[in-house]
């Protein structure tokens, strides 16, 4: 079968050369969650009270990106920003955040860094209040003087921080805000600058004035300049801030958790060993049992260990200690195809078909139950994707990928080593030693 034995070839150089970029490569560096590599994990309950129903699951998308938006600004490696949805069965109204931070020990700069809201208005004078002397605004609340637009940090899309310039085009030094506006945002911005020309137009942050510019002229770009006389590290420290973007949801912080790299170290150590014990095993078992088909279960059960540490790599999976779980268990299910390939081919062996016509049956014959056995695994990762927790996730993550790679190893490189090895279509009836190499168990 040269076709086959070119396939096999072709087979091993190329999982071979998979096998040494995933060794090699620190481009594509395997990501361990917080449970393997130590941090804090902080847990926050939103207020979804005063959200319609139909909003909730928009809103706390929303929420999500902007944690994750702020916890990347401060630099934090690989962090872990995930909604965990009440439960579907108990209809919960529990809607939480879970923010975990690999690598991060204090919990108290995280959570203010987290929890930081800076709120940016902007809002008109009052046409009562332009009567005010001096002395009585000073007695006055920011509610007496100014009306509000509806216009505030929510329509904010980014900000950045620039410098003045003088006439010559050198700068002249003075840091200021640039701000722009979201599409919503654009448009709203350019109703209150047209429609309320030659007013004031404050800008509010955390409740205070920081700029009082008059309205010139319709802006319809969607952009502004803040100009509150910073210096250059308030004027960083508020583009930061503002780039925070305010939270759409209020949100509370319920718990929280820190790891030490200890323990995470221990549980990735005992993972792995578990994973070459359970490995070591189940190539023993194949080989004693399934002779020269169980050597090639256990080639193909190293192929695709090969390949799924590589799409490990690549997607990339964040392994947590359940997801390490996950994989191990899918070693063990790799297997299950061969199984019933070999089985199968035992019972055409007993009828006298050559090992051809064995192979090529015991393929034909199995399909139907490794469709519908893998088909039903990948129903059950789905499911506990959809709606497990963050641990959770990451075992049916692993668990699924797994299975669909099992299923390619099993069907593809499993089939092309055995028409490989086995005798020409034409040999007739199998001999002893065929039968004896071909077979199972207690089968001779």
């Known amino acids: 079968m040269l076709k086959h034995r070119v396939l096999s070839i072709a087979l091993i ?5 998979i096998g040494f970029f995933v060794y090699k490569t620190d481009k594509y560096p395997f990501r361990f969650g917080l449970d393997l590599n130590g941090g804090t994990e902080l847990t926050y309950r939103g207020d979804i009270s005063k959200i319609k129903s139909g909003d909730i699951d928009g809103a706390m998308a929303s929420l999500r990106d902007v944690i994750e938006r702020r916890i990347n ?3 934090v490696s690989e962090p872990i920003v995930q909604v965990e949805n009440p439960g579907l069965v108990a209809g919960s109204d529990d809607y939480r955040l879970l923010v975990g931070l690999p690598g991060v020990t204090d919990i108290d700069e995280a959570v203010e860094l987290i929890g930081k809201t800076p709120k940016l208005e902007f ?4 046409e009562e209040a332009q009567k005010f002397t001096e002395e009585e605004l000073k007695t006055k609340t ?4 100014f009306v509000t637009t509806g216009l505030d940090g929510q329509y904010l899309e980014n900000a950045q921080l620039q410098f003045t310039t003088s006439g010559s085009g050198q700068l002249a030094g003075e840091p200021i805000v640039a701000i722009a506006f979201n599409e919503e945002g654009r448009d709203l911005f350019a109703k209150i600058t047209r429609e309320n020309i030659g007013k004031i137009l404050a800008i509010f942050l955390d409740g205070q004035v920081i700029s009082s510019p008059v309205v010139r002229d319709e802006i319809k770009d969607g952009k502004a300049i803040i100009s509150g ?3 250059g590290e308030e004027a960083k420290a508020l583009v930061r801030d503002l780039n925070y973007g305010a939270l759409p949801v209020p949100v509370e912080l319920i718990s929280t958790q820190s790891i030490g790299a200890s323990l995470g170290e221990d549980a990735k150590t005992s993972g792995v060993k578990a994973g070459l014990l359970g490995f070591l095993l189940i190539v023993i078992f194949l080989i004693v049992w399934y002779r020269l088909p169980g050597i090639v279960a256990s080639v193909s059960l190293v192929m695709y260990i090969i390949l799924s540490l590589a799409i490990f790599k690549l997607i990339p999976v964040t392994f947590t200690a359940a997801g390490i779980a996950g994989f191990i268990l899918s070693i063990g299910m790799a297997v299950d195809a061969n199984v019933l390939i070999f089985e199968r081919m035992k019972e055409e062996l007993k009828k006298g078909k050559s090992v051809h016509d064995s192979l090529h049956e015991g393929f034909s014959r199995a399909w139907l139950s490794i469709r519908d056995s893998n088909i039903s695994s990948m129903i059950t990762a789905v499911i506990l994707f959809w709606l497990g927790t963050s641990a959770v996730k990451g075992f049916a993550l692993t668990l699924g990928l ?6 390619f190893t099993a069907i593809t490189v499993s089939r092309t080593f055995l028409f490989a090895l086995a005798p020409k279509k034409d040999t007739g009836a199998p001999s002893r030693l065929q039968k004896f190499l071909f077979s199972n168990g207690l089968h001779f």
């Open 142 to 145: 920011n509610d007496e003087i």
């Open 123 to 126: 809002m008109l004078v009052r």
């Open 73 to 75: 600004i401060f630099g």
């Open 13 to 17: 150089i190329i999982v071979a050369a």
């Open 402 to 407: 797994g299975v669909l790679v099992s299923l």
């Open 229 to 231: 006389g910073f210096t």
